[in-house]
């Protein structure tokens, strides 16, 4: 393995993905609202009592389902409010956050894999010695690192709105509990793992940017499944759960990556060119 | 003589298309062999089967002694490619572009630097390295690619049309840098062109292909001289026998004209066994003949003589 010739790749994707609009606006926009804009306006909205009501309301069949660990962890909290506020930005945003890792992976990874296709480049890189797999490995990393960097930084901002934002209701610093911890350190990484598996399936069945972004989009299926699961109080996350799901998500993406790297092979991208 | 490329039936297929057809040929060190033929005749396919970015079908291929299929990445260390397309990345300068390869090569840490920097003065982009490719000119990419397939100093050139839309002082340069790399760096050169005329001068051998096969290969006076029969022949003759040698010469040639002075004709395609039977005529005719030059063809001609004999066969 040519470590050097690894990095030299890495740095350029990045210094082309830097460039280029059309990935910079997502993955700017979206940890901005997932990990600013909604902690911060659910808590702003719910100091006020009407808004809190109608959200526990709304809330009713998460609240009633609680399992006894999570009853116990909420048992400090003394009023409803508190509790109900904790929930949703301890529980019901933690889904959310992995659209950031999951994202951030995704369109970084198609533009290096199938922008660089588009814009004709590759050519040259495979009359390189560059081998297959230094190419593979250096479009895995150039989305993976970035990914986790932002999904660490975000993880650090989203600390600092939700015990800021939330302390006229909650009246002390919560964050970060055990749950985050292992979905910042465990989960994360593997999420960021999958946007990358779907996009590379994706990426050799198309031919433009634009279609790959949109295809492997569907990648954020089982955060909206997660939501929706425990919004309708059919799964509640915790550590152990999401140790397990780390788990297996990790297996996913070590076959998916496995079986991408296996038909990464320079004689079929250059039939396809 | 030493073999850089040797290939034995040589084949590659693309579905129903087949791309290199039983191609079999040698490629000496220090040549710079030319790949002519028409457009999907092959010559691209070609070099990536050399490189070894492409797998053959069937039949072998061994390059710089190695294969390319199996060593494909020791192979690639030792060539230097100018792909058709020069496929940079217009979003870096000049200079990463040829830094990033210079790493992928893994030239030596400290010689990057200034290998790049060479590299940009020799091809004349020293003063625009900072630039960000995508606002170059075509023929400014076009050398920034040649740039970077001579970086790493292979032993062995692939260079899919080096010239293509560049202007004539451009293209000089270009060609002048090739010369340089056979002549002065025993640098082996295979070039794939549609530039006849840079063929005749540049290559020692050259190979023309039609779908996928090898129709001819040889040096490209002794292909011409093989090949093309039909010559174009000066007359000169006795200013008022002019009219006289015309309507000789139409028995020999498929087209004879005289110049406005009258006393020069050109008779086009004029068989070369010929000559001799075309001057006896005249001779006969009590014609005075001052001068008979019969012109050397050139690869010009062996490409159409080819093409018009696939072109009747089919
Ligand atoms: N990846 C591919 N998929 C399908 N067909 C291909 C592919 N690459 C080449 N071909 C076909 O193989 C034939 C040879 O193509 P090639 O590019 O080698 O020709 P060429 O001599 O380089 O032509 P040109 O002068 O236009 O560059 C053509 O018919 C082409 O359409
Ligand atoms: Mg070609």
Redesign the pocket.
């Known amino acids: 393995m040519n470590w050097r010739a690894i990095f030299a790749l890495v740095r350029k994707d990045l210094s082309i993905v830097r460039q280029s609009k059309a990935v910079m606006i997502p993955i700017i926009m979206v940890p901005v609202i997932l990990v600013v804009v909604l902690p911060l306006g659910a808590s702003l909205l719910l100091g006020n009592e009407a808004m809190m009501a109608d959200f526990t309301d709304d809330m009713a069949v998460f609240f009633d389902n609680l399992p006894e660990s999570i009853r116990d962890e909420i048992a400090p909290y003394q009023s409803e409010s508190q509790q109900a506020l904790y929930l949703l930005l301890v529980y019901q945003f933690a889904p959310l956050f992995l659209i950031v890792p999951l994202m951030m992976a995704n369109v970084i990874a198609a533009d290096s894999f199938v922008g660089e296709r588009e814009r004709k480049t590759l050519e040259a890189l495979i009359h390189t010695p560059a081998t297959d797999f230094e190419i593979y490995a250096s479009k895995l990393l150039t989305a993976w690192i970035p990914a986790l960097i932002v999904t660490l930084a975000g993880s650090v901002l989203y600390g600092l709105v939700v015990n800021v934002a939330a302390y006229p209701i909650i009246e002390r610093v919560f964050f970060p509990t055990a749950l985050w911890v292992v979905l910042i350190v465990w989960v994360a990484p593997a999420a960021a793992g999958l946007g990358l598996a779907a996009m590379v399936l994706v990426s050799s069945r198309v031919n433009t940017f634009q279609e790959a972004y949109q295809l492997s989009g569907l990648v954020v299926l089982p955060v909206v499944f997660l939501l929706v699961g425990q919004f309708a109080g059919l799964l509640y996350l915790s550590p152990a759960l999401l140790i397990v799901g780390g788990l297996v998500l990790w297996g996913i993406d070590g076959a998916l990556l496995w079986y991408g790297a296996r038909s990464f092979q320079r004689g079929e991208l250059i039939?396809r060119? | 003589m030493e073999a850089v490329i040797q290939t034995n039936d040589l084949t590659r297929h693309?579905?129903d298309?087949v791309?290199v057809d039983a191609l079999s040929l040698e490629i000496q060190r220090g040549e710079i062999f030319g790949l002519l033929?028409h457009?999907?005749?092959?010559?691209?396919?070609?070099v990536r089967l050399m490189n070894g970015v492409l797998n053959p079908t069937s039949g072998n291929v061994r390059v710089l002694g190695l294969s390319p299929v199996e060593q494909g990445a020791e192979l690639r260390r030792r060539t230097g490619v100018l792909t058709?397309t020069p496929a940079l990345y217009e979003a870096l300068s000049a200079r990463a572009n040829l830094t990033l390869f210079a790493e992928i090569y893994n030239l030596p840490k400290a010689d990057v630097a200034q290998r790049v920097e060479s590299m940009l003065a020799q091809f004349n982009l020293a003063d625009r390295a900072d630039e960000k490719v995508g606002g170059f000119s075509k023929g400014m990419k076009q050398r920034l690619a040649l740039s970077r397939a001579f970086l790493h100093e292979p032993e062995l050139l692939f260079l899919d049309e080096p010239t293509s839309g560049l202007d004539p002082i451009a293209a000089r340069q270009v060609n002048d840098s090739i010369l340089h790399a056979s002549r002065d760096e025993r640098r082996t050169v295979v070039l794939?062109t549609?530039n006849l005329r840079d063929a005749q001068q540049m290559c020692d051998r050259v190979a023309v292909l039609e779908h996928g096969r090898l129709v001819a290969l040889g040096k490209p006076a002794e292909l011409a001289r093989e090949l093309v029969q039909a010559r174009t022949v000066l007359f000169h003759v006795e200013l008022s026998q002019a009219a006289q040698a015309e309507a000789t010469l139409q028995d020999y040639a498929e087209s004879v004209s005289t110049d406005d002075a009258g006393g020069a004709l050109t008779a086009q395609g004029l068989v070369y066994d010929r000559i001799p039977d075309a001057v006896h005529a005249l001779a006969i005719a009590g014609i005075r003949v001052y001068q008979v030059s019969p012109q050397e063809p050139t690869l010009e001609d062996v490409y159409f003589t080819l093409h018009q004999v696939d072109t009747e066969a089919s």
Do not use: M, V
């Not at chain 2, 457009?39 to 070609?46: E, M």
């Open positions: 039939a060119l | 693309f579905g298309i791309a033929g457009n999907g005749a092959g010559k691209t396919t070609t058709e794939a549609h």
